[in-house]
């Protein structure tokens, strides 16, 4: 029998490489953004933040003490790189998109997480003059275009309701946050690996975390039971470690824009998600809609070889 064998350029091999770790990372989130909405009576947002960071640090403490090199393990030109994506990705972003989750369900939020790739890839453009393509701007588009079809397929008045809400406001400032720290990844990344980068964004955000929700525990108390233990331990390992570490790894590969046009998958994950655990239906315009979001996920992404 022969044998054959595909040889696969290192720019295809880089891009199917990056390509998974995005999408592993957005599946970790549209978890953790179920998980925010079912704990919500039974903790504040900043204390289940920093009870998921918490457990983030010290896997990462160990992971960190085993793997990196010295000199990843210190601050270096990058520090107020470092601080900006602990500020951005830790410290704001979680509290803020739980917040939000008190006030909208987790479909609407997993929806408007579909803003992403279009408000990163501004900010990419102002930041680190970092233009989109044209193949990545139609990816963008068609991306978008692809949560409004998943939108409008749960009717107008759910339109209506995504429109003015406060959670939801507070959900697309999430998104905003979420794209400054893919932005800043992307720059700490070309000098520093990307566990490197993940567990010092972790290390210098969770003492303003600890801080806060110290404060937030005497207005909203704990209800510790077993599936907020659980849940938590769940949060700080699959949708903090691996998750921020798979990100961190795809941006470094496919940069900024196209990494965030994968972000793109988590609406489609979190409505296959919120069908198996909340019994929400599954209709034509979720498959439209979720075709459309890989497909641009796949076209702007290609547009980084």
Same mark, same amino acid.
């Given at each position: ?85 602990? @500020?951005?990705?830790?410290? %704001?972003?979680?509290? +803020? $998109?739980? /917040? &939000?989750?008190?006030? =909208? ?117 704990? @209800?510790?039971?077993?599936? %907020?233990?659980?849940? +938590? $331990?769940? /949060? &700080?390992?699959?949708? =903090? ?65």
């Amino acid at each position: 029998m022969m044998a054959f064998s595909v040889q696969l350029k290192p720019g295809i091999v880089r891009l199917i490489i990056g390509i998974g770790f995005v999408n592993l990372a957005t599946l970790a989130w549209a978890i953790n953004i179920a998980l925010g909405r079912w704990l919500r009576e039974d903790i504040g947002p900043l204390a289940l933040a920093a009870g998921r960071f918490l457990v983030a640090f010290l896997l990462f403490a160990v992971i960190s003490l085993r793997l990196l090199q010295p000199q990843e393990r210190r601050l270096g030109k990058d520090r107020w790189l470092l601080f900006g994506m602990a @500020l951005s990705g830790v410290v %704001l972003f979680s509290p +803020v $998109l739980y /917040l &939000g989750l008190r006030f =909208t369900t987790a479909s609407n939020a997993s929806l408007i997480m579909g803003l992403g790739p279009l408000m990163t890839g501004m900010l990419a453009a102002l930041l680190i003059k970092e233009p989109m393509s044209r193949r990545q701007l139609v990816g963008s588009i068609l991306s978008l275009f692809g949560i409004l079809v998943l939108l409008w397929g749960f009717s107008f008045s759910a339109w209506r309701q995504v429109h003015g809400s406060v959670g939801d406001l507070l959900i697309i400032g999430a998104v905003a946050l979420w794209g400054l720290y893919t932005v800043l990844s992307r720059e700490v990344t070309k000098t520093r690996s990307a566990l490197s980068t993940s567990a010092f964004s972790v290390f210098l955000g969770l003492p303003f975390l600890i801080v806060a929700a110290g404060y937030e525990v005497q207005i909203i108390p704990v @209800l510790a039971q077993a599936k %907020l233990i659980l849940s +938590v $331990l769940f /949060l &700080g390992i699959g949708s =903090t470690v691996v998750a921020f570490f798979c990100w961190n790894s795809g941006v470094s590969r496919l940069g900024p824009t196209g990494a965030m046009l994968f972000f793109n998958t988590m609406p489609l994950y979190g409505l296959l998600i919120n069908s198996l655990f909340l019994n929400e239906r599954i209709m034509l315009p979720h498959f439209l809609g979720g075709a459309l979001i890989i497909g641009g996920g796949l076209m702007g992404g290609k547009g980084r070889c």
